[in-house]
């Protein structure tokens, strides 16, 4: 069993930053992927970023790519999502979430989750 509990929401003016972390609490934090997740009000929740259990690879929602970048520290069981250049519709909650996948130095933005946290409201305006 996993908790995973995110911080670091809030608002923030357009072309800010700020970096959210999700810590997570259970055993073997290597042998998960953890990922990103985000929904806007009204609309569908969507993927934004993963990263395998090593940290070694990563994926980007393409609306995210090359702003947001995804890291995960194991010894500290907490992994990151720095955003820069944020704009108006990067608001949303966000949701970390993780999935057991031993072994693996990839992941995917389609594997469905076992594991949620609650959310940070990220909030994007000037």
């Known amino acids: 069993q996993l908790q995973l509990v995110e911080s670091g929401g809030g608002l923030v003016q357009p072309g800010e930053s700020l970096r959210l972390s999700c810590a997570v609490s259970g055993r073997g934090l290597d042998q998960y992927a953890i990922s990103w997740f985000r929904q806007a009000p009204g609309k569908e929740r969507e993927g934004v970023s993963c990263t395998d259990g090593s940290g070694t690879g990563a994926n980007y929602a393409s609306s995210v790519r090359g702003r947001f970048t995804i890291s995960r520290d194991n010894a500290k069981n907490t992994v990151y999502l720095v955003m820069n250049s944020l704009k108006s519709e990067d608001t949303a909650v966000y949701y970390c979430?993780?999935?057991?996948?031993?072994?693996?130095?990839?992941?995917?933005?389609?594997?469905?989750?076992?594991?949620w946290g609650k959310g940070t409201l990220v909030t994007v305006s000037s």
């Open positions: 979430a993780a999935v057991w996948r031993p072994g693996l130095r990839v992941c995917s933005l389609t594997w469905d989750m076992s594991y």
